[in-house]
């Protein structure tokens, strides 16, 4: 097992171990990372629905991209102590996510306020793109551990 900062005590040991050469809590984020791209789709129906009614102040959060987003926030820099390369990057990436979400809200408020057509949380979806390839690369590192050596 890997060093890393053991500031949870038992939550540390259990959510450290690895588990086909990743750590339990890589796991647990991809999952988190897939919800929240769920989240996002469901928002954006939900917005659909709520600009036919006009009023930018009925247009609201989705409850379970918000949930995700808290949980990814907390989770990445959880993560960032057991594997700490990773970790930060991943921290990066959650964080790009978590701003780009504030930015396509106002814009959904806006458009609506405007009476215009919605446009799809276009840089959203890409930085939650970019957060699934991350997560996926650490999570499975295994499967492409050969060809990775090779090249580097």
């Given at each position: ?9 038992p ?16 796991y ?32 609201t ?91 580097v």
């Open positions: 097992m890997e060093n890393f900062v053991a500031w949870f005590g939550v540390d040991q259990i959510l450290a171990q690895n588990v086909l050469s990743a750590p339990l809590i890589a647990l984020l991809l999952g988190l990372v897939v919800l929240n791209m769920l989240g996002r789709a469901l928002e954006y129906r939900q917005h659909q629905s709520q600009a036919a009614s006009g009023d930018w102040q009925d247009v959060r989705h409850p379970l991209r918000v949930g995700t987003n808290f949980l990814l926030v907390v989770g990445a820099f959880y993560y960032m102590t057991i594997a700490h390369h990773g970790g930060l990057v991943f921290s990066m990436l959650v964080a790009t996510v978590f701003v780009t979400d504030l930015f396509e809200f106002e814009s959904r408020q806006v458009e609506v306020r405007n009476d215009r057509d919605l446009t799809p949380p276009k840089g959203a979806v890409t930085a939650s793109i970019l957060m699934l390839a991350y997560i996926l690369f650490q999570t499975f590192f295994f499967a492409v551990a050969p060809f990775w050596s090779q090249v």
